[in-house]
């Protein structure tokens, strides 16, 4: 949900002006909308998510920086990439806030500005369910990733209750308007899989959200 429809303006075509608009008040409202969720388990997923992080980490779709405070001294260097204009203005407020030492870039997780193999943790939160074309992201992932390097995630993906999955199906293109770009039903493990990824990951709800997006996956992969 935080790497916005700035991804389709670079493979397909510029947001309307009114789509512009919509996309500075999701800035503004994220996270007041997510409060409920991070209250009720998200905030302790984060926390024991990047807890693993080490290295060299790039965060993708950093969204306004709701992992930021919960990184350990194991990491050598934070970058963190968000595409979105005023997410990225919130986001640099927490970095000043936390006083950490983060990195901002306005990166696409489409086209990482890292070199090859020079990654050791990438962490991606509520992000693969957004990009335009997750296969890509996941190569430019796998290709940043130094060998024995990971990628740490928590997204929400298609359900596993035919019901659920059935009701995603229908509020997916709403949802998507509404969500910025987001995919509410999209099968991101099976994605990773298919990209060469071994994927170890839990079955977890997100509680305190619309329904659309309760199933969650929480877990580590590796190329």
């Given at each position: 949900m935080?790497?916005?429809?700035?991804?389709?303006?670079?493979?397909?075509?510029?947001?309307?002006?009114?789509?512009?608009?919509?996309?500075?008040?999701?800035?503004?409202?994220?996270?007041?909308?997510?409060?409920?969720?991070?209250?009720?388990?998200m905030r302790r997923r984060r926390r024991e998510l990047v807890a693993g992080a080490r290295g060299r980490v790039v965060e993708i779709g950093a969204g306004t920086g709701l992992n930021l405070a919960y990184y350990p001294d194991t990491v050598d260097e934070l970058v963190l990439t968000e595409p979105e204009p005023a997410m990225r203005r919130k986001l640099a407020r927490r970095v000043e806030r936390i006083g950490g030492a983060a990195r901002i870039s306005d990166a696409s997780?489409?086209?990482?500005?890292?070199?090859?193999?020079?990654?050791?943790?990438?962490?991606?939160?509520?992000?693969?369910?957004?990009?335009?074309?997750?296969?890509?992201?996941?190569?430019?992932?796998?290709?940043?990733?130094?060998?024995?390097?990971q990628l740490l995630f928590i997204e929400h993906v298609r359900s596993d209750s035919r019901f659920l999955a059935a009701y995603q199906g229908v509020m997916v293109r709403p949802w998507r308007g509404f969500a910025g770009g987001c995919v509410c039903n999209r099968p991101t493990l099976q994605l990773m899989q298919a990209c060469g990824f071994t994927v170890t990951a839990d079955a977890a709800v997100w509680h305190g959200m619309p329904a659309v997006v309760h199933p969650l996956a929480v877990g580590r992969a590796t190329v």
């Open positions: 935080t790497e916005t429809a700035r991804e389709d303006s670079r493979t397909d075509q510029q947001p309307t002006p009114a789509y512009a608009v919509w996309l500075r008040v999701m800035a503004l409202v994220y996270d007041p909308f997510v409060w409920l969720g991070e209250l009720v388990g997780a489409l086209h990482l500005p890292f070199t090859d193999a020079s990654v050791d943790t990438v962490v991606s939160t509520l992000v693969l369910c957004t990009v335009p074309d997750p296969e890509a992201a996941l190569r430019e992932i796998a290709r940043i990733l130094r060998p024995g390097g």
